[in-house]
């Protein structure tokens, strides 16, 4: 082989590495820069393209995403929703209706499309460029044909895409997160949309000039100045529409606490965790219980909090209460799986021997036993005066040896329901407790907003007036003993489901 060859050979290797290092700069140029946040009507939506299978990915957060085989190219293409601006929703909606938002988006979405491209390319040429000078430093000619690499790449990836894309694959999407057992959300979630953003608006006047009303006629008379006031909510099921609605009334009812018994996720998923971020709003005490659709993921990011108290097998002292809660021993997320009934509630039942061998330990027994599952707690029925609970999605009270169990329904609604027409209260309660040494449940309030109808309704509870006196009765050694054996008559919402 002469010299010449040799030379042939030398500067198509040195050819091929700059190809090699333009494609890979264009790849790094793309996956750190190959994504803005730009304005879609009145909303804020994340695009990203880079190399990658020839799918199109949307992200509809918290509920997951869908994910369809649109073009022929190595291209990935996504878009995540990122924010809603309500006041732009709804007057956009008033003045030119669904239809209109609907063209107004599609054609914003088609330009920013267009400028995705161009970013796309720059940035990948971009990212040639700069990996190219790192390893050929000065040798200008390879930079270059680097470059080029990127560009004849990138954009001969982009044409095809172009020419290729199929808008139809959307009719056979794969979902992804929660979307996997809601997938009929995304069919009506354009006729959805003005429903839920107007109740969403108006959802604080409501709550504000309702309970002011409330509160200037009912509730100084009856519970007085010196109490302490608890907001319990629950199920929440990662809907920001339910965090609304707890946040108003914690602020209408000026309460001093709020406990929240779990479920306040529902598939097990990472981005659901991002509504503990809506917690420091609260601005008060926020006391976590964990749930049966809660991870061990979303409990330590509450505790890591700095307004966040997290119950789980321990108790602690708040604002003057004795508050003990522990987290559901089952884990079982919303993924469309069948739950055992039988197995589900014995579970639940079992917790009851750790709660009373927790009390036992404690110097003085609490005001409140918080737990998910009010089956859980019955073994400490006439030990303790008040067990709180939510996951049966129904408001309910009953007494077990001179204990007041109260449940709590859904303070989220009916979560991602609301899009296929399920219409459930937005529910939460107040309890007003004396201070003092023995702190003594005085009165509760029930709050529920009907999204239907837009209506709230307070109603108040007066312990006495209720109940009587109520006198414990505990059991003999109960803390070894089985659960206490109470008649229940069992109703169908006493079977859980994947979306308790």
Same mark, same amino acid.
């Given at each position: 082989? *002469?010299? %010449?060859?040799?030379?042939?050979?030398?500067?198509? #290797?040195?050819?091929?590495?700059?190809?090699?290092?333009?494609?890979?700069?264009?790849?790094?140029?793309?996956?750190?820069?190959?994504?803005?946040?730009?304005?879609?009507?009145?909303?804020?939506?994340?695009?990203?393209?880079?190399?990658?299978?020839?799918?199109?990915?949307?992200?509809?957060?918290?509920?997951?995403?869908?994910?369809?085989?649109?073009?022929?190219?190595?291209? %990935?293409?996504?878009?995540?929703?990122?924010?809603?601006?309500?006041?732009?929703?709804?007057?956009?909606?008033? %003045?030119?209706?669904?239809?209109?938002?609907?063209?107004?988006?599609?054609?914003?979405?088609?330009?920013?499309?267009?400028?995705? =491209?161009?970013?796309?390319?720059?940035?990948?040429?971009? *990212?040639?460029?700069?990996?190219?000078?790192?390893?050929?430093?000065?040798?200008?000619?390879?930079?270059?044909?680097?470059?080029?690499?990127?560009?004849? #790449?990138?954009?001969?990836? /982009?044409?095809?895409?172009?020419?290729?894309?199929?808008?139809?694959?959307?009719?056979?999407?794969?979902?992804?997160?929660?979307?996997?057992?809601?997938?009929?959300?995304?069919?009506?979630?354009? /006729?959805?949309?003005?429903?839920?953003?107007?109740?969403?608006?108006?959802?604080?006047?409501?709550?504000?000039?309702?309970?002011?009303?409330?509160?200037?006629?009912?509730?100084?008379?009856?519970? *007085?100045?010196?109490?302490?006031?608890?907001?319990?909510?629950?199920?929440?099921?990662?809907?920001?529409?339910?965090?609304?609605? #707890?946040?108003?009334?914690?602020?209408?009812?000026?309460?001093?606490?709020?406990?929240?018994?779990?479920?306040?996720?529902?598939?097990?998923?990472?981005?659901?965790?991002?509504?503990?971020?809506?917690?420091?709003?609260?601005?008060?005490?926020?006391?976590?219980?964990? =749930?049966?659709?809660?991870?061990?993921?979303?409990?330590?990011?509450?505790?890591?909090?700095?307004?966040? $108290?997290?119950?789980?097998?321990?108790?602690?002292?708040?604002?003057?209460? $004795?508050?003990?809660? +522990?987290?559901?021993?089952?884990?079982?997320?919303?993924?469309?799986?069948?739950?055992?009934?039988?197995?589900?509630?014995?579970?639940?039942?079992?917790?009851? +021997?750790?709660?009373?061998?927790?009390?036992?330990?404690?110097?003085?027994?609490?005001?409140?036993?918080?737990?998910?599952?009010?089956?859980?707690? /019955?073994?400490?029925?006439?030990?303790?005066?008040?067990?709180?609970?939510?996951?049966?999605?129904?408001?309910?009270?009953?007494?077990?040896?001179?204990?007041?169990?109260?449940?709590?329904?859904?303070?989220?609604?009916?979560?991602?329901?609301?899009?296929?027409?399920?219409?459930?209260?937005?529910? #939460?309660?107040?309890?007003?407790?004396?201070?003092?040494?023995?702190?003594?449940?005085?009165?509760?309030?029930?709050?529920?907003?009907?999204?239907?109808? *837009?209506?709230?309704?307070?109603?108040?509870?007066?312990?006495?007036?209720?109940?009587?006196?109520?006198?414990?009765?505990?059991?003999?050694?109960?803390?070894?003993?089985?659960?206490?054996?109470?008649?229940?008559?069992?109703?169908?919402?006493?079977?859980?489901?994947?979306?308790?």
């Amino acid at each position: 082989m *002469g010299i %010449r060859d040799d030379d042939r050979i030398r500067r198509a #290797a040195q050819l091929g590495l700059a190809m090699l290092v333009g494609l890979v700069g264009a790849w790094l140029g793309a996956l750190l820069l190959g994504r803005a946040e730009v304005p879609m009507g009145p909303f804020r939506v994340e695009v990203a393209a880079g190399f990658g299978s020839g799918e199109t990915e949307i992200g509809l957060p918290p509920f997951g995403h869908l994910i369809a085989d649109t073009h022929t190219s190595p291209l %990935r293409i996504s878009a995540t929703l990122e924010d809603v601006g309500v006041e732009r929703l709804t007057e956009v909606v008033g %003045r030119i209706g669904v239809e209109g938002l609907s063209e107004q988006v599609q054609a914003d979405a088609l330009a920013e499309v267009r400028r995705l =491209g161009v970013r796309l390319v720059e940035v990948s040429v971009i *990212g040639a460029l700069v990996l190219a000078l790192l390893v050929f430093r000065t040798r200008w000619k390879l930079i270059l044909a680097a470059a080029v690499a990127a560009l004849v #790449a990138v954009g001969g990836a /982009e044409v095809l895409a172009w020419r290729t894309y199929r808008p139809a694959a959307f009719a056979e999407p794969t979902y992804t997160g929660s979307l996997g057992t809601a997938a009929k959300l995304i069919g009506p979630v354009r /006729e959805a949309t003005d429903r839920i953003e107007d109740f969403r608006a108006g959802l604080q006047t409501l709550i504000v000039g309702a309970t002011r009303a409330y509160t200037s006629i009912q509730a100084q008379p009856l519970v *007085g100045d010196d109490v302490v006031r608890v907001l319990h909510i629950s199920d929440i099921h990662a809907t920001p529409l339910g965090m609304d609605f #707890a946040q108003d009334i914690a602020e209408s009812f000026d309460v001093d606490i709020v406990i929240d018994t779990g479920d306040t996720t529902s598939f097990g998923t990472s981005i659901e965790n991002l509504i503990a971020t809506r917690i420091p709003g609260f601005e008060r005490p926020y006391v976590f219980v964990r =749930g049966s659709h809660d991870p061990a993921s979303l409990q330590s990011d509450i505790a890591a909090l700095p307004n966040a $108290t997290v119950l789980d097998g321990t108790a602690e002292d708040v604002d003057g209460l $004795t508050l003990y809660g +522990l987290g559901h021993p089952a884990y079982t997320p919303a993924r469309g799986e069948e739950v055992d009934a039988e197995a589900y509630e014995a579970q639940a039942r079992a917790a009851g +021997l750790e709660i009373a061998e927790d009390l036992e330990t404690l110097d003085e027994l609490p005001d409140i036993v918080a737990v998910h599952d009010d089956r859980m707690a /019955e073994t400490v029925a006439g030990t303790v005066p008040l067990v709180i609970s939510g996951h049966f999605h129904e408001t309910g009270v009953r007494v077990l040896n001179g204990t007041l169990f109260l449940r709590i329904g859904t303070t989220g609604g009916s979560g991602a329901g609301v899009f296929r027409g399920l219409d459930i209260p937005f529910s #939460a309660e107040v309890l007003y407790l004396s201070r003092g040494p023995e702190a003594e449940l005085v009165a509760y309030d029930v709050i529920e907003q009907f999204p239907d109808t *837009g209506s709230l309704t307070v109603t108040r509870h007066l312990v006495s007036q209720d109940f009587g006196e109520l006198v414990l009765t505990p059991s003999p050694s109960v803390s070894l003993a089985p659960p206490l054996t109470v008649t229940i008559t069992p109703t169908p919402s006493d079977t859980p489901t994947p979306g308790d």
